[in-house]
């Protein structure tokens, strides 16, 4: 079983539309919960940290189960430019270094 | 701010022929780490450094050797590449644990033929 996983996707949705992804992770140890944004042929950038309490960022609203292992990214009224792939990343036990999902695509549609 | 730098962007290789990838960063981290990057598996751990003078093996360091040269430096020797290790390779930078989270370079490129 991978550490972290995700629905590989693609979810092809249209401009304005509310889109939410999940993944699981399988350490109930993990400290850290990020969610990275990874553009076609670049380097995954940080999009968010996501907190128990859940947090949101502009558009963006991450949320973390802990009892479940889950951890979700809400994007609403999404743009052309939302279209990337998502990585679910968590930390290792000891925090010494993370461990990432394979991605889900997003494709947002005009 | 130049951040994480890597190079080469771009490499061709013949198997069994060998070369180091190089990674810097210019923020004063503390740790440093290369992934390696397939379709459909995520971005997998080579090795990592917690500080300059340690290195640790990550989820898939057959094949490859490290070196943290000093505290910006961090690179990665594939000593006789072999096919299975054409992959896109990122450096990436934390400040103390990972649970800051990653500043990553633009990655290299690597096509072992």
């Known amino acids: 079983r991978k550490e972290v996983e995700q629905d590989p996707g693609p979810f092809n949705v249209p401009e304005g539309a509310t889109v939410a992804f999940n993944c699981t992770y399988s350490n109930s140890a993990s400290q850290s919960f990020f969610w990275y944004r990874q553009d076609c042929r670049k380097e995954p950038k940080l999009l968010m940290s996501v907190y128990s309490s859940g947090n949101e960022d502009g558009r963006f609203t991450a949320q973390l189960n802990r009892a479940s292992q889950y951890i979700s990214l809400l994007i609403r009224d999404s743009k052309l430019s939302d279209s990337a792939t998502y990585l679910c990343?968590?930390?290792?036990?000891?925090?010494?270094?993370?461990?990432f999902g394979a991605g889900t695509i997003l494709r947002v549609k005009s | 701010n130049a951040g994480v730098t890597q190079t080469p962007k771009f490499q061709v290789l013949k198997t069994g022929q060998s070369m180091t990838l190089q990674c810097a960063q210019d923020?004063?981290?503390?740790?440093m780490y290369w992934y390696r990057q397939d379709p459909g598996m995520g971005l997998r751990l080579i090795y990592y450094s917690a500080s300059e003078g340690t290195t640790d093996k990550g989820e898939v360091p057959n094949g490859y050797n490290v070196s943290r040269l000093n505290k910006r430096e961090f690179s990665l020797r594939l000593e006789s590449a072999a096919p299975s290790q054409t992959s896109v390779y990122f450096c990436a930078s934390s400040e103390w644990t990972a649970s800051y989270g990653y500043t990553f370079g633009s990655g290299t490129r690597l096509t072992v033929v």
């Open positions: 990343v968590v930390s290792s036990e000891y925090g010494n270094k993370l461990v």
């Open positions: 923020m004063n981290h503390n740790s």
